[in-house]
Each structure stands twice: as structure tokens, then as C-alpha cells.
């Protein structure tokens, strides 16, 4: 049997530096955050339907509040997207706007893990972003 466990806030940031290579001229204001829940948003919607993503969502944003303040300008809309002020809207610097983001999709991962479980986020993930290292290759654990 394959070893579960891995480190959400380590995969986090490998999908964040994901997205911030594939990132198009065309949305550069985009934050590589963001963008990875936008495409888990419209990966597990199919599973569990938007309104499922959206409390899903919603539980992270209130977990995630308690790393970042900064979070406190989130909104999360009925279709399930992340609305955030911009750094300069909210007053905060792009570090800790970053942080906020990044907080927001470790709690939402570590939700996953926790109702569905590691090997089934995980496959998720890699259908999701399928060139993506996950796992760090020093761990011993394979992508699938």
C-alpha cells in the first residue's frame, strides 16, 4: 500500500510556481493562487457540484483567516470564484497578500485530504496538472 501522507503546504506552493510558469501574458494581474482554486474549482465541481466547491471553499477561507487577516477582503461569489481586493485596495503589502492566498489553498487542500483523502487529492491534482511534480522526490513517494 502507498504512503498517504503528503505535505499539502509543499504541494501548495509547487502549484502555485505551477501557475506562475504557465502564466500568459494576457492575465498577468492574476495571482497564480487564485488560479490554481479557479481550475480546482472547475475540476471538483464536477464531483461535487459548484454549490459542494463553494462551502467547501468557504470553510478554507474562515480557517485561512486565522494565518492571514489579510484575508478578511475575500469573498467567495455564488459560482464558487475567490474575489480579493487588490493589495493596494486593502492596504497590504504583495508578501502578505501572497501569504493570505497561499493560507487559503493549504486549508482547502488539507480539507480535501481530510474528507476524501490523500491518494484521491493527489489524483485529482495530477489530472488537474498533470506535468506537475507533487511530491518532492526525495520523500520515496510516487505522483500516482
Do not use: Y
Amino acid at each position: 500500500m502507498k504512503n498517504e501522507a503528503f505535505d499539502v503546504r509543499d504541494v501548495v506552493q509547487r502549484l502555485i510556481a505551477e501557475e506562475s510558469r504557465a502564466e500568459h501574458s494576457s492575465d498577468k494581474g492574476s495571482r497564480a493562487a487564485f488560479r490554481v482554486c479557479d481550475k480546482l474549482r472547475k475540476s471538483l465541481s464536477t464531483l461535487v457540484g459548484t454549490t459542494g466547491f463553494r462551502l467547501l471553499l468557504i470553510r478554507a477561507l474562515n480557517l485561512a483567516k486565522a494565518e492571514a487577516a489579510g484575508l478578511d477582503n475575500a469573498r467567495i461569489n455564488p459560482n464558487g470564484t475567490v474575489e480579493f481586493a487588490s493589495e493596494i485596495e486593502s492596504g497590504q503589502s504583495p508578501d502578505d497578500a501572497s501569504r493570505g492566498e497561499t493560507a487559503l489553498m493549504v486549508q482547502l487542500l488539507g480539507l480535501l485530504v481530510t474528507f476524501i483523502g490523500a491518494t484521491l487529492t493527489r489524483s485529482i491534482l495530477q489530472d488537474v496538472w498533470p506535468e506537475a511534480a507533487l511530491i518532492r522526490p526525495e520523500s520515496g513517494e510516487d505522483k500516482s
